[in-house]
């Protein structure tokens, strides 16, 4: 309640003069303060107001100031030049960033470039040695030609196969020494070292 | 500023300097006790933020209420890095002499600008930025209570507990009490 009042006080000193004021109002005004607190407040507002307005035009900004901040903005209007004009306007929020380098991380991660490269690549490297090692077969088919040797046996009547001989005689030359011919009983005896007589084997001989 | 975060424009920049820089520049001048040096520093450092990114401002809402909230978390977070009161020199308010027969001449009036000053100084941040923003600004109590993130009723009663600690300390400079 306090507080409702002096709230509405204030706005009267603002703006009313003591006299200006109801009997109501002054009545109010009398059961927080005297009238010439009443006065002096209100008389306080428009002094200070007065000196306020009056040392406020001693105190103005650098010209120094604003002809910095003018080659400043120059300075970004040249350098915002390259930007298309439809994306000044475009503000990206530190989220969204932050949501794209993360996907650009995953993406990267799971393509398998991981971190420690070298390591990977030192791994590809032992792989590839032991692919040097194996030795590739490769099979050539050659078709292979079997060589039959083919005998016909071509059965002829007796007739046809007679065959025309010819003899002829041919002389061998004598020998300068002629040996002595042998007996014949002599040769038969001759023949083998049998201890057998030529008589019991003779009855082994056919056709004599 | 809805043209110049579209066009980026230095006409559009000039225009939201012409009509914004000044004021900024006081209320943080006030706001810092007086440190212009370190105010128009501040000043610089907004307007090359709007430069950089025009986005930063929601066009949806009140600009003035943007740049203002922009330059009070400047000077809050100035104070609370620094820690660093008073540029102007902590005088007491006793060392005024006042006259009221000379009250509206140029030298009285200044004595009461610095007095002010100074009793501004000795009130806390949120009491100080409110007081000016509303003395000095003109901001109605709800810009107000945009720029300093608290109710309306918060605004109100901050600025009836300045005014009450104000008009005591400078008593002496109002003519009705001699």
Same mark, same amino acid.
């Given at each position: 309640m306090k507080m409702k009042l002096e709230e509405q006080i204030l706005d009267w000193i603002e703006t009313k003069d003591f006299d200006a004021l109801t009997a109501a109002e002054q009545e109010m005004v009398l059961s927080t303060m005297t009238e010439e607190s009443y006065s002096a407040r209100r008389s306080f507002i428009q002094n200070a107001a007065h000196a306020f307005e009056t040392e406020k035009a001693f105190i103005t900004p650098n010209l120094e100031t604003q002809h910095k901040l003018k080659l400043q903005l120059r300075a970004k209007n040249s350098s915002g030049k390259m930007v298309p004009f439809y994306l000044r306007s475009? *503000?990206?929020k530190f989220y969204q960033v932050a949501a794209v380098v993360l996907f650009f991380c995953m993406v990267w991660w799971n393509s398998g470039e991981t971190i420690a490269p070298e390591v990977i690549a030192k791994e590809k490297i032992v792989y590839q040695t032991k692919v040097d090692t194996v030795f590739l077969e490769t099979k050539i088919e050659v078709p292979v030609v079997q060589i039959k040797e083919v005998i016909k046996y071509k059965e002829l009547p007796v007739a046809e196969s007679t065959f025309d001989v010819q003899y002829t005689s041919v002389e061998l030359p004598m020998p300068q020494e002629q040996k002595e011919i042998p007996n014949l009983t002599d040769l038969e005896q001759e023949?083998?070292? *049998?201890?057998f007589s030529n008589d019991e084997l003779n009855q082994f001989r056919r056709g004599i | 500023m809805k043209r $110049?975060?579209?066009e980026r424009n230095e006409s559009a920049f000039n225009e939201i300097y012409s009509?914004?820089?000044q004021r900024i520049l006081y209320f943080m001048y006030r706001v810092l006790n007086g440190n212009e040096e370190l105010a128009q520093d501040l000043l610089h450092d907004i $307007?090359?933020?709007i430069i950089k990114r025009p986005e930063l401002f929601d066009t949806n809402k009140n600009f003035k209420t943007w740049i203002f909230?922009?330059?009070?978390?400047e000077c809050k977070?100035? $104070?609370?890095?620094e820690k660093k009161e008073a540029d102007i020199e902590m005088v007491s308010l006793q060392e005024f002499s006042f006259s009221p027969e000379n009250l509206h001449d140029k030298i009285q009036e200044k004595q009461f600008r610095r007095a002010l000053g100074i009793a501004l100084s000795e009130l806390s941040y949120v009491h100080r930025t409110t007081f000016i923003l509303r003395y000095q600004e003109q901001s109605s109590i709800k810009e107000i209570s945009a720029v300093m993130e608290c109710s309306e009723g918060t605004v109100k009663s901050r600025t009836f507990n300045?005014?009450?600690i104000l008009a005591v300390k400078l008593a002496d400079f109002n003519p009705q009490n001699v």
């Amino acid at each position: 309640m306090k507080m409702k009042l002096e709230e509405q006080i204030l706005d009267w000193i603002e703006t009313k003069d003591f006299d200006a004021l109801t009997a109501a109002e002054q009545e109010m005004v009398l059961s927080t303060m005297t009238e010439e607190s009443y006065s002096a407040r209100r008389s306080f507002i428009q002094n200070a107001a007065h000196a306020f307005e009056t040392e406020k035009a001693f105190i103005t900004p650098n010209l120094e100031t604003q002809h910095k901040l003018k080659l400043q903005l120059r300075a970004k209007n040249s350098s915002g030049k390259m930007v298309p004009f439809y994306l000044r306007s475009v *503000s990206i929020k530190f989220y969204q960033v932050a949501a794209v380098v993360l996907f650009f991380c995953m993406v990267w991660w799971n393509s398998g470039e991981t971190i420690a490269p070298e390591v990977i690549a030192k791994e590809k490297i032992v792989y590839q040695t032991k692919v040097d090692t194996v030795f590739l077969e490769t099979k050539i088919e050659v078709p292979v030609v079997q060589i039959k040797e083919v005998i016909k046996y071509k059965e002829l009547p007796v007739a046809e196969s007679t065959f025309d001989v010819q003899y002829t005689s041919v002389e061998l030359p004598m020998p300068q020494e002629q040996k002595e011919i042998p007996n014949l009983t002599d040769l038969e005896q001759e023949i083998g070292n *049998s201890p057998f007589s030529n008589d019991e084997l003779n009855q082994f001989r056919r056709g004599i | 500023m809805k043209r $110049f975060q579209s066009e980026r424009n230095e006409s559009a920049f000039n225009e939201i300097y012409s009509r914004y820089s000044q004021r900024i520049l006081y209320f943080m001048y006030r706001v810092l006790n007086g440190n212009e040096e370190l105010a128009q520093d501040l000043l610089h450092d907004i $307007f090359e933020r709007i430069i950089k990114r025009p986005e930063l401002f929601d066009t949806n809402k009140n600009f003035k209420t943007w740049i203002f909230t922009v330059a009070s978390n400047e000077c809050k977070g100035l $104070f609370r890095k620094e820690k660093k009161e008073a540029d102007i020199e902590m005088v007491s308010l006793q060392e005024f002499s006042f006259s009221p027969e000379n009250l509206h001449d140029k030298i009285q009036e200044k004595q009461f600008r610095r007095a002010l000053g100074i009793a501004l100084s000795e009130l806390s941040y949120v009491h100080r930025t409110t007081f000016i923003l509303r003395y000095q600004e003109q901001s109605s109590i709800k810009e107000i209570s945009a720029v300093m993130e608290c109710s309306e009723g918060t605004v109100k009663s901050r600025t009836f507990n300045c005014l009450k600690i104000l008009a005591v300390k400078l008593a002496d400079f109002n003519p009705q009490n001699v």
